[in-house]
């Protein structure tokens, strides 16, 4: 895999310190950036992750600095995605929201893992061919050993 794929919820959490995932996602991401995975990011989760902090200019200019700072590698979709992204969206065994399905659809287009907390997404992962991010997934393993 060519890199991790970050579904909008991971940054929201990350984002935000009141967020219930809000450690998980941001220790997932400093990881990532420590091991030297590309975080990629779709626009159309980019523009997702966005929506809240756009209510107010000083909230929005704080969250496109913070997203900034991640060097996260942009992508703009192209056709293909597109079509792909409609193609997981119209399938009703994966009940996916349409920036879910780009966020899928990009990881495949450029063979990344995905980073989600999502539990519809991560069921749909490996119906698609894809992965969950390890930094995720040995988490989620400790936590699961911890109980």
Known sequence: MSG?????????????????????AANAIKAMIKDGTPLLLSLIN????????????????????ALG??????????????LDAARHRSLRS?????????????????????????????RALPKVGLELTARLAAQEDADTQGR
Do not use: G, W
């Not at 929506?51 to 107010?56: G, I, L, M």
């Not at 996916?96 to 519809?120: C, E, K, M, P």
């Open 4 to 24: 991790c794929v970050l579904d909008t919820d991971i940054l929201i959490a990350a984002l935000d310190r009141q967020d219930a995932h809000h450690t998980q």
């Open 46 to 65: 980019y523009a997702e992750t966005l929506v809240r902090p756009a209510e107010a200019e000083d909230s929005l200019a704080t969250a496109t600095n």
């Open 69 to 82: 700072a991640l060097k996260l590698k942009l992508i703009a979709p192209t056709p293909a995605i597109a």
């Open 94 to 122: 994966l009940n996916i929201s349409l920036a879910d399905a780009f966020a899928l659809a990009t990881a495949q287009a450029h063979h990344a893992t995905v980073a989600t907390f999502d539990h519809r997404v991560r």
